[in-house]
């Protein structure tokens, strides 16, 4: 496998546009990609299309409108880890020298469900007993504070320095900075969780453009290199018995770390899956950014702040740049990428030379067959 | 890359399962493809799972219940060519040497759409209006028998031969013979198609366990090599001024000779997707199997019948076997394998050394955004 590098970053700013195609709402994100790879349509010789409930032929009826067929398309599901998914199949092939220069996209348009929840499918006997997403979290939520002895405003911290991220971030859904008292005092969704502690929803599009290291030079781009690519299926949770262990998650990074070479005291910045505020907390602790119980600590410390010492999702994360579901995994990768070229100007993590993009995905249930990616880049 | 080889091979026989599961239809699929792999579950590094309307983390769904976690599993879409893709992007990852050993699926439940037709995405005007699959091939038949001076009959003569090869196949959904008066006296669908011209729906799943050539080797498995991969995008048909030419399958045929170094008359079985009957004859041209217009007298000399010079879908093909959207593409490449190993009695082509497997898929609409996937097999 040869060296990949990232050469092309683009995406939409994530909201709702129930009038909009899949077409409409990703051609800016894959014009924008394009053009900062400085390569015209016909050099894209593959197209990889996450999306997860985007329909049949997503990436055709996308690229077909900028005349960009003709090429191997394939279309790549996993939940909320469908285009990190999507990007990792995009990798392998380029690195095996299949492809030369592959887009990668994220896309998807959750208005399309009329603002209902996701689907349920025959057998997530669970999700049609009530146990969608916010009601997980709410579980892992409340005994997270129960173990740990503190209470729903470490919660509400994580979305407040979401906010405070998001705000510095022009392609964020919800740019408004939030305080503390406002966030515990929204709406209550599932007990401990509120308004303030779940991720919008919303449409959007990603792009990105890979080549191959000796194609990215031959084209005059330094680019990002993709130091690691990880993906596994399993258990969100370890079990009954231990709710705030995301088991999937710490298979995947000491996976990462060990195929990169590094440990997560080498990591300059990262964006993981913050769908519920609770989510981030589980990860810095799941990723070894700190020890179980201490996460709480971290942030208030500000370490996971910019301008701390492990800045996490400085882009505003799911709870701020908005979370539409097959579009999330490549936009977590052109904020790492941007960070690492120095372009995040308001929110840019000075000196950042390896980051980190995480990403869980869970089907509806999601108990116990889950997916997530950790992409790992370097300047 | 290096050499991959097909080791195992599984797939239930296709039906309306309307109770099962996804999990439930691709079980016996699975542990089929691992008993004649001679691999146990674990030895399975990752799986990647074709389906076009299984809904979110239907491999995960799948794989959960064998106990089958813990490994990267990808989703993927094509519509019909969906598992085709799944087992392109399975053997390009093994290829590379990313994995060793990996499990490809195809899975569908077509009667979760209780009988009507498949969904229609938003900017599907054409498809909103009535232009579904039926409709847009009986078109091209109408077209096709006009061109050449034909009439239905010829269209009539391409199920018989089906259903005459699916009566040989266990794992046919249809294993009825049908005369060729009982086909033009069918019921009505899309004039000049009638029942006996489409396939039918249903549920279905199939599986595949591929392996580097020297892991093969060391497994004691000869199994089948994958001679070429070819996976393209594009227009269904040439144009309005050319409804006969199916212009992506044309491209793709190039495309797979060239790459397999060999012509249409060294290819000895071939599995092509003959949803409607007229696709079949369109595709014995498009393939190069006779010129432009000799489909029919091909068909009538018996060279595409077991026992003729190019046995075309010995399974019974889609017509009779059944189309379970995306477990078909891989279904395909287990009636090819099997045949090259010499194992379909009853309907086995003597001698093949050389086959080749066809799908196209082509969302709802489908005129111009499909997909087509070409892969070539040796003994």
Chains 1, 2 share one sequence.
């Not at 503390?180 to 959007?204: F, H, K």
């Not at 410390?301 to 994360?317: F, K, L, Q, R």
Request: charged content about 20%; glycine content about 12%; proline content about 5%.
């Amino acid at each position: 496998m040869r060296e990949v590098r990232v050469i092309g970053t683009g995406l939409i700013r994530f909201g709702k546009f129930p009038e909009q195609t899949l077409a409409d709402l990703a051609r800016p994100a894959i014009l924008t990609a394009l053009a900062e790879a400085g390569v015209e349509r016909r050099r894209i010789e593959a197209a990889y299309c996450g999306t997860a409930l985007g329909g049949m032929m997503a990436g055709q009826r996308i690229l077909k409108p900028l005349g960009m067929t003709s090429i191997p398309i394939a279309n790549i599901e996993n939940a909320c880890a469908s285009s990190a998914t999507a990007f990792r199949e995009a990798w392998i092939a380029v690195g095996a020298g299949v492809y030369d220069v592959a887009l990668v996209l994220g896309v998807e348009k959750l208005t399309k469900l009329g603002g209902g929840p996701l689907p349920v499918e025959q057998e997530d006997w669970e999700a049609a007993y009530g146990l969608m997403m916010p009601a997980l979290y709410a579980m892992r939520a409340r005994r997270y504070l129960h173990d740990h002895g503190v209470g729903p405003e470490v919660l509400a911290q994580v979305t407040v320095k979401a906010h405070r991220h998001g705000a510095k971030n022009a392609d964020a859904q919800d740019r408004r900075e939030i305080t503390l008292e406002e966030a515990l005092s929204s709406r209550p969704i599932a007990e401990p969780l509120r308004r303030a502690d779940c991720c919008p929803t919303g449409d959007g599009a990603s792009a990105i453009v890979i080549a191959g290291a000796d194609v990215a030079r031959r084209l005059g781009r330094d680019g990002v290199r993709v130091v690691s690519s990880t993906l596994t299926s399993g258990k969100y949770m370890t079990g009954f018995r231990d709710f705030t262990s995301p088991e999937i998650t710490t298979r995947a990074a000491a996976q990462a770390y060990e195929s990169a070479g590094v440990g997560p005291d080498d990591i300059d910045v990262a964006e993981v899956h913050d769908a519920f505020t609770i989510a981030e907390l589980l990860y810095y602790e799941a990723l070894g950014f700190c020890p179980r119980g201490d996460a709480p600590k971290l942030l208030a410390d500000g370490a996971t702040s910019v301008g701390g010492d492990i800045p996490v999702n400085p882009s505003g994360g799911l709870l701020s740049k908005g979370h539409p579901v097959g579009a999330t995994g490549v936009a977590q990768i052109v904020e790492i990428v941007r960070q690492l070229e120095g372009r995040c100007d308001g929110r840019q993590v000075e000196g950042a030379k390896l980051g980190l993009a995480h990403v869980t995905g869970g089907g509806v249930s999601g108990l116990d067959h889950g997916a997530c990616a950790i992409h790992i880049f370097s300047r």
